[in-house]
């Protein structure tokens, strides 16, 4: 009984295949289904996910959802899918709904700067894994915190920048409180600085606390903001943005300008959506691994199952890549070599 409750649980990891393919073939034979709510009535846990993102309506998390369910079903798990534009209170109400349902694990996209507005539910035994938190930020520490290195990418995003030759380069994104926008920030700010160039607060705009948070607004950000950005006197010839809806409104500016992507004007994207190698020009920008993460985050919530409550937090890291396409170039009347260092980078 033992050995067929562990792999209708999900732990038959060091059990011997040839084990497992007889209890499998039992299942199939029988016909056997578990009865969840039997189940959820015995243990008070139901066997499923919830997945708790900013809004679906950015590509990356509707990308992101669809692996960490693929993740969650080969496990025996269901995914519930929760849109809260990163809103705490709205967040709350949301993670404590789910919890009166019996939902005990809980993976949260939001990137806010802390888990204080769940931290009842945390020390109640809620299971978080978070994406895009610093470990023990505000003190209250999640099963596992996953991220891609933000400053790394914002990094190469500028780098690649710099060895076009460009000099004026702009940093332009949305929801410039959360943590992922502020490591891109910093790794764009300090790209600079190695390559010997102060950052000129008139080429950084940033949303900020006081504005709305939905993610679905990015490309209007980047497009109300590039037109900004070339309005003042001296305008930017690259601009690093936050993300890539971010930089699909960078394109509809500059298209609306009459200027030209990327003789004119290079743009870097985040995320790699989709839809970015389909742009005009294709977008340049940094991956985000969805579908590595999504298998990370599944993985954690079931190690955390079997976790010690006197370890530590898991802390994992992913390097993003650059994935260079047609929307920057070197800027317009530079002899620069595509390729060619142009400062000590």
Same mark, same amino acid.
């Given at each position: 009984?033992?050995?067929?409750?562990?792999? +209708?649980?999900? !732990?038959?990891? %060091?059990?011997?295949?040839?084990? @497992?393919?007889?209890?499998? $073939?039992? #299942? =199939?034979? +029988?016909?056997? !289904?578990?009865? %969840?709510?039997?189940?959820?009535? @015995?243990?008070?846990?139901? $066997?499923? #996910? =919830?997945?708790?993102?900013?809004?679906?309506?950015?590509?990356?998390?509707?990308?992101?959802?669809?692996?960490?369910?693929?993740? =969650?079903?080969?496990?025996?798990?269901?995914?519930?899918?929760?849109?809260?534009?990163?809103?705490?209170?709205?967040?709350?109400?949301?993670?404590?709904?789910?919890?009166?349902?019996?939902?005990?694990?809980?993976?949260?996209?939001?990137?806010?700067?802390?888990?204080?507005?769940?931290?009842?539910?945390?020390?109640?035994?809620?299971?978080?894994?978070?994406?895009?938190?610093?470990?023990?930020?505000?003190?209250?520490?999640?099963?596992?915190?996953?991220?891609?290195?933000?400053?790394?990418?914002?990094?190469?995003?500028?780098?690649?920048?710099?060895?076009?030759?460009?000099?004026?380069?702009?940093?332009?994104?949305?929801?410039?409180?959360?943590?992922?926008?502020?490591?891109?920030?910093?790794?764009?700010?300090?790209?600079?600085?190695?390559?010997?160039?102060?950052?000129?607060?008139?080429?950084?705009?940033?949303?900020?606390?006081?504005?709305?948070?939905?993610?679905?607004?990015?490309?209007?950000?980047?497009?109300?903001?590039?037109?900004?950005?070339?309005?003042?006197?001296?305008?930017?010839?690259?601009?690093?943005?936050?993300?890539?809806?971010?930089?699909?409104?960078?394109?509809?500016?500059?298209?609306?300008?009459?200027?030209?992507?990327?003789?004119?004007?290079?743009v870097v994207g985040f995320d790699d959506i989709d839809l970015a190698r389909l742009a005009n020009p294709p977008?340049?920008?940094?991956?985000?691994?969805?579908?590595?993460?999504?298998?990370m985050a599944v993985d954690q919530v079931l190690r955390a199952a079997v976790r010690r409550p006197e370890q530590?937090?898991?802390?994992?890291?992913?390097?993003?890549?650059?994935?260079?396409?047609?929307?920057?170039?070197?800027?317009?009347?530079?002899?620069?070599?595509?390729?060619?260092?142009?400062?000590?980078?």
């Amino acid at each position: 009984m033992s050995t067929v409750s562990n792999v +209708l649980n999900g !732990r038959s990891r %060091r059990m011997r295949p040839a084990t @497992r393919r007889r209890v499998d $073939r039992a #299942i =199939a034979r +029988l016909g056997y !289904r578990p009865n %969840r709510a039997a189940r959820q009535l @015995r243990t008070g846990h139901a $066997r499923t #996910i =919830a997945l708790v993102v900013p809004s679906v309506a950015n590509p990356f998390w509707g990308t992101f959802a669809v692996y960490v369910e693929s993740a =969650a079903m080969t496990h025996g798990y269901q995914v519930v899918l929760c849109n809260t534009d990163r809103d705490r209170a709205r967040e709350h109400a949301y993670v404590s709904g789910l919890w009166r349902d019996g939902i005990r694990d809980v993976i949260l996209g939001s990137s806010l700067p802390s888990l204080d507005h769940i931290a009842d539910l945390i020390a109640r035994g809620l299971t978080v894994v978070a994406l895009g938190l610093p470990p023990g930020a505000g003190g209250i520490q999640p099963a596992a915190s996953i991220s891609v290195d933000n400053h790394q990418g914002g990094l190469l995003a500028t780098r690649h920048l710099l060895r076009r030759g460009h000099r004026r380069i702009a940093f332009l994104s949305d929801l410039g409180r959360f943590t992922s926008r502020v490591e891109r920030c910093r790794g764009y700010r300090d790209a600079l600085a190695h390559a010997g160039l102060a950052p000129d607060p008139a080429l950084i705009s940033m949303r900020g606390a006081d504005t709305m948070s939905r993610d679905a607004g990015g490309a209007d950000v980047g497009r109300a903001g590039t037109r900004r950005l070339l309005a003042g006197p001296k305008p930017p010839t690259a601009i690093v943005t936050g993300n890539d809806l971010c930089a699909f409104g960078v394109l509809a500016a500059a298209r609306e300008l009459g200027l030209s992507v990327p003789r004119d004007l290079s743009v870097v994207g985040f995320d790699d959506i989709d839809l970015a190698r389909l742009a005009n020009p294709p977008l340049t920008t940094v991956r985000q691994p969805a579908r590595e993460l999504a298998r990370m985050a599944v993985d954690q919530v079931l190690r955390a199952a079997v976790r010690r409550p006197e370890q530590e937090t898991a802390t994992l890291v992913v390097r993003p890549r650059l994935m260079v396409r047609g929307s920057t170039a070197p800027p317009r009347g530079s002899t620069v070599r595509v390729g060619a260092s142009t400062a000590p980078l």
